[in-house]
């Protein structure tokens, strides 16, 4: 699939278009997809929920502000279904509606601005009204960040604690996570907290599934050339020689042990070396290589 004008990609040349029959695809049923996949989840009011569901998305795109990160499109839809099937079979005795806010709630809320959030929390309290969610229980957790935001010389406020919580919650769902905001924002800091509470709950034995040291990658993409960034044949001798990513990922994902392996590409993002994660950021969970390499 390609599609037309879009940075990092190469246009098909005229002599090769003629050749192919072009197609164009329309939007389809939120609703219906919804609902069918919330019956496989394992929801039996699904009909109802669904039609709440695509409303909410479509009350956002129309209301929220304007911003890049926000997607509202099928792949979200998608995400939070599959987040609240599994929310469904961990907590089976609770009310539907209450695990579907949740998961609305866990897979959205983390990448709103801060206006944007009091209108989501808005939407939900007018789609789903007099619902009320159970806050859930961080104590542990809680105590781990204060002292790990301590040591780091670092002020202990809500805010901190609001968004290392989310992080952790939003890496338990995607593989991939993206922190997205201005220069000086926390972006690292949030990391590092996170990083460090994990560490240290795992070091005073508390059970818990994600409590496990964290092996940290950094790199800039945009500080290397892409050769250096993926890999590139010498073509003179022509060798391969491995890149940055290709050498971190092998690394981690050759680890035996039951611990956290963080690749962190610290750095602007850009359509041209973004594009080669593709199948890294998807389903696949592949980094594909140009000398055929799959990692």
């Known amino acids: 699939t390609m599609n037309p004008g879009y940075a990092g990609r190469t246009e098909l040349p005229d002599n090769l278009k003629s050749l192919f029959r072009p197609m164009s695809m329309m ?8 609902e069918v996949t919330l019956y496989s989840e394992g929801f039996e ?7 709440k569901m695509v409303n909410m998305y479509k009350l956002c795109s129309e209301q929220l502000s304007q911003q890049d990160h926000y997607d509202f499109g099928m792949r979200a839809v998608k995400s939070v279904l599959s987040m609240a099937g599994s929310l469904k079979r961990q907590n089976p005795d609770k009310p539907e509606n209450i695990v579907l806010i949740r998961a609305l709630r866990d897979s959205n809320l983390p990448k709103f601005l801060k206006d944007d959030a009091l209108l989501f929390q808005g939407i939900l309290n007018d789609l789903f009204p007099g619902v009320v969610l159970p806050e859930h229980d961080y104590g542990v957790m809680n105590n781990a960040i204060g002292l790990v935001i301590e040591e780091m010389g670092l002020q202990p406020e809500v805010c901190t604690f609001t968004k290392v919580t989310q992080l952790y919650e939003t890496m338990i ?7 997205v905001g201005r220069t000086g924002g926390g972006k690292t800091s949030v990391l590092n907290i996170l990083k460090g509470a994990l560490t240290r709950l795992h070091s005073l034995n508390i059970e818990g599934p994600y409590y496990r040291p964290v092996n940290v990658y950094t ?8 050769g ?3 890999g590139e044949v010498n073509l ?10 290709g050498i971190f990922v092998r690394l ?9 392996q963080w690749v962190v590409c610290d750095g602007p993002v850009d359509a041209v070396w973004i594009e080669n994660m593709n199948t890294v950021l998807d389903d696949n969970k592949m980094l594909c ?6 990692i």
């Open 27 to 34: 939007v389809p049923d939120y609703g219906l997809i919804a």
């Open 45 to 51: 009011s699904s009909k109802g929920l669904a039609q």
């Open 252 to 260: 981690a994902v050759q680890c035996t042990e039951e611990e956290h």
């Open 228 to 230: 250096e960034l993926y």
């Open 236 to 245: 003179l001798t022509m060798e391969w020689k491995d890149g940055l990513l």
């Open 289 to 294: 290589l140009a000398n055929s390499e799959r």
């Open 173 to 179: 769902v995607r593989h991939g996570v993206m922190t």
């Open 219 to 226: 790199m800039n993409p945009k500080s290397v050339t892409m």
